[in-house]
Structures are given as C-alpha cells and as structure tokens.
Antibody, heavy 121, light 107 residues
Framework: EVQLVESGGGVVRPGGSLRLSCAAS????????MSWVRQAPGKGLEWVSG????????AYADSVKGRFTISRDNAKNSLYLQMNSLRAEDTALYYC??????????????WGQGSLVTVSS | DIQMTQSPSSLSASVGDRVTITCRAS??????LNWYQQKPGKAPKVLIY???SLQSGVPSRFSGSGSGTDFTLTISSLQPEDFATYHC?????????FGQGTKLEIK
C-alpha cells in the first residue's frame, strides 16, 4: 500500500524557518517524481515545488522561489521542503504528492494527509 | 504561468442529476489536464488524468473531455458521495497550476 506521511509542520514567526519531511513507503520511491502542494485555510490548491526522480531537476512556484528548497533522499525514501523567510501568506496545509506519470500526463496519484504550517507573530 | 479558470465556483444539484464543470486554460495545454475530487478534511483524489482517462477505481459515471484550452468534467448521475469540491490542474508545464475549485452542494 502506497503511503506518504508528512511531518515537521508547526507554528513559526514571520521570517522564521521550518523543514517539512515526507516519508514514502509501499512503492519504489526513486521511480517517481514528487511534489509539494499547499492549501491555505478555506482556499484552493497551490502547487509549491517539484523534484524529479534523482533530484537533478527542481521547480518552484514564483511565490516561494528563492525562499523554499525541495530535496529528496532516495536511500531514506524521503522528500523534504526547507522553508525560509516564512510569511503569513505561507500559512497552509502542505501536502506531499506523488507524480503518477500516467498516460504521458502527470497527475498527482497519491497524497499524504498534510502537515499544517502556521506563520504568525 | 498558465492560468486555469473553473466554472462555476459553486453548484447546487440533486441526486441523480447530470452535472458538468468546465475548466479553461490561458494557453493550449494539449490534453495535460487532470481532475481531482476533495472532500472536507481529506486530501484530493485524482479522478481523471490526461483530460479523459479514468483513474483506476473511479466510478464510470465520471468522465472528462476536451483538449487545447477547454475541458469538462461530467458526472452522469450524481450520487450522495459525489458532493465535494472538484479541482482541475494542468500538468503541461511548471509551475503546475490548479483551478480555483468548484464546490458541488446538495440542492
């Protein structure tokens, strides 16, 4: 059974840092690209960042570029998101998601339960 | 960045109704369009990928169509468990972007 379990969320002051982790199991982790997707309270979904299977290629939303860094450790079946210079508008539930690469498209076919990040003074 | 616009933002319907949700991309995305269902307090679940392919395990009352810039998600006969929020997402190019969501409520 595919499982993605996020951790590391919490309350942080504006300007602070936080590191999210996502532990993957039930599939061959290094066969898949991975992403982080967030959802602010009562709002829609926002793709944050993605990384290819070996970590050699990364991409970011403009809203987090230069502040967030995505990485992975295939030996530990883990995905990470280092978040620096946090702002109130970064407050959201952060999901780890697997890129399914189905039929040439790239839907997110498995999602974690989310890790809540609250940026507040 | 590619902007995704869903309509309507909310929709009231009854069990048994046929419902259509539309999604428009700001530029052509071929068929790199995915649809998700999200229930309160839960992570999204993929329903349709590549515009019209049904994800394994998803009931056949869900269908998707379209290419280029205009796409639709159709539920042929609403069931009680279908009341949820639906999101479209383009996977043509990063940053991958989502529509704003359509909340489907019981009439």
């Amino acid at each position: 059974e595919v499982q993605l379990v996020e951790s590391g969320g919490g309350v942080v002051r504006p300007g602070g840092s936080l590191r999210l982790s996502c532990a993957a199991s039930g599939f061959t982790f290094d066969d898949y690209d991975m992403s982080w997707v967030r959802q602010a309270p009562g709002k829609g979904l926002e793709w944050v960042s993605g990384i290819n299977w070996n970590g050699g290629s990364t991409a970011y939303a403009d809203s987090v570029k230069g502040r967030f860094t995505i990485s992975r450790d295939n030996a530990k079946n883990s995905l990470y998101l280092q978040m620096n210079s946090l702002r109130a508008e970064d407050t959201a539930l952060y999901y780890c998601a697997r890129d399914g690469n189905l039929g040439g498209s790239h839907p997110f076919d498995y999602w974690g339960q989310g890790s809540l990040v609250t940026v507040s003074s | 960045d590619i902007q995704m616009t869903q309509s309507p933002s909310s929709l009231s319907a009854s069990v048994g109704d046929r419902v259509t949700i539309t999604c428009r991309a700001s530029q052509s995305i071929s068929t790199y369009l995915n649809w998700y269902q999200q229930k309160p307090g839960k992570a999204p679940k993929v329903l349709i990928y590549a515009a019209s392919s049904l994800q394994s395990g998803v009931p056949s009352r869900f269908s998707g169509s379209g290419s280029g810039t205009d796409f639709t998600l159709t539920i042929s006969s609403l069931q009680p468990e279908d009341f949820a929020t639906y999101h479209c997402q383009q996977s043509y190019s990063t940053p991958y972007t989502f529509g704003q969501g359509t909340k489907l409520e019981i009439k």
